[in-house]
């Protein structure tokens, strides 16, 4: 059974007497849950299982060039706001921003059973918010037809989370399960959440329907079956 601990409100104050507080990575997770990031620190590389999502806003260039550089930084503003959120509420953590790209992760540093699932709901999630932004931006610009939209890519598998840089020390995930997550996210169209088939027998119950889809990948050398999952209302 989990205990909740209390992160807000006057009955939070005992415990944040004890340096329990929310956490800087997820508000929805407490300091003890950061406790993973110190064996980190110690043994400098961990492998860990865990779930990887990236997500990457399309025709951005094409964006860049319409909108301009300070409504441009606006919607990303919001694509990253939308990202936390979605990802926060399912227990991950946003790794990273690259640009107009995101990476996240689950299981890890807050250990979660379902975490491939969770990574699911959260991509979802985030697809139902960046439609919402998506008419927004399209009224600003007047009806443009660009093709803007969000491309999702999941993938789980064991991964090394680890101290990257002797100068510039920064924790992240790498390995082949990151790697191919980046990859078939690649060939997510705007709009959609790409799957791979590890991912896909986890939660293939709940998307009996999904759409099955051969992908050749660059930089691997045989082809990647990928499933389209769509929200079931």
Request: charged share 20%; proline share 5%; net charge negative.
């Amino acid at each position: 059974m989990k205990m909740p601990i209390p992160l807000r409100g006057p009955i939070s104050i005992p415990f944040r007497v004890f340096g329990i507080r929310p956490s800087q990575m997820n508000p929805n997770l407490c300091t003890i849950c950061e406790t993973n990031f110190t064996r980190v620190k110690r043994r400098k590389q961990i492998v860990v299982p865990t779930t990887i999502l990236f997500a990457d806003v399309r025709g951005y260039t094409g964006l860049s060039e319409t909108l301009g550089a300070e409504k441009m930084a606006n919607m990303l503003h919001c694509f990253y706001d939308n990202c936390t959120k979605a990802v926060w509420e399912k227990d991950g953590i946003v790794n990273k921003f690259i640009g107009d790209a995101a990476l996240a992760i689950f299981n890890f540093p807050i250990m979660q059973d379902d975490h491939v699932q969770q990574a699911v709901w959260a991509a979802l999630d985030l697809l139902k918010a960046c439609d919402e932004q998506k008419e927004q931006v399209t009224a600003e610009i007047d009806g443009e037809n660009l093709s803007l939209g969000v491309g999702i890519g999941i993938h789980t598998g064991e991964v090394s989370i680890g101290e990257l840089g002797s100068s510039y020390k920064e924790f992240t995930a790498i390995g082949p399960v990151v790697n191919l997550a980046s990859r078939i996210q690649g060939q997510a169209e705007p709009g959609e959440v790409l799957v791979t088939e590890d991912v896909y027998q986890v939660v293939a119950d709940s998307f009996p329907h999904a759409e099955k889809r051969v992908c050749d990948l660059k930089g691997v050398d045989h082809p990647v079956t990928g499933y389209v999952l769509v929200r079931q209302e």
